[in-house]
């Protein structure tokens, strides 16, 4: 596969899997003696959770999140719902939520809440990548791979659903190609 030249380099395939390697580890030791519920959140962390759970060494259950939000104004108040399907049983379950991406936090909150509401022993958050500088809440993960200040990345199952999510690295797009 030609590299595209609108692309920059910023995580190599060999600096992914060797962080994803450290975080199964470092999970795996938390979790010792526990089966864990693992959710990915759609579309972004596809790549990074199926690396991952073939690296932890505990009992594991797949999951899978996706979630939709909208804009709602009414009397010129804006708010953002955050809807998520499918719903997940995870009473009395331990529950590691795999993010790609957060930027925000807001989505990633949501789902610890709901998830903690709908009586899951515990929730902990494992991002690939950490944008800290758009955060909106004081929400921080648990485990992260890469803290990050590009704007718009791809590779590795981050991009649009168009193009680039298969590549084997993470890159930023140049500012004049995105």
Known sequence: MSKDQSLRIIITAEQLQKRVRELGRQISDDYSGK???????????????????????????????????????????????????????????????VEGLIQTGVTSEFLVRNMLSRGAASVKVCTLLDRQAQRRISLQPDYFGFLIDENYLVGYGLGSPDASRNLAYIAAKKPDSV
């Open 35 to 97: 089966s864990l519920q693992v959710v990915c959140v759609l579309e972004n962390a596809f790549i990074f959770m199926a690396d991952l759970v073939r690296v932890l060494d505990v009992p594991i259950i797949c999951r899978f999140v996706k979630p939709f939000t909208r804009e709602v104004v009414d009397k010129n108040v804006s708010t953002t719902e955050i809807f998520f399907s499918p719903e997940t049983d995870v009473v009395g379950q331990d529950v590691l939520l």
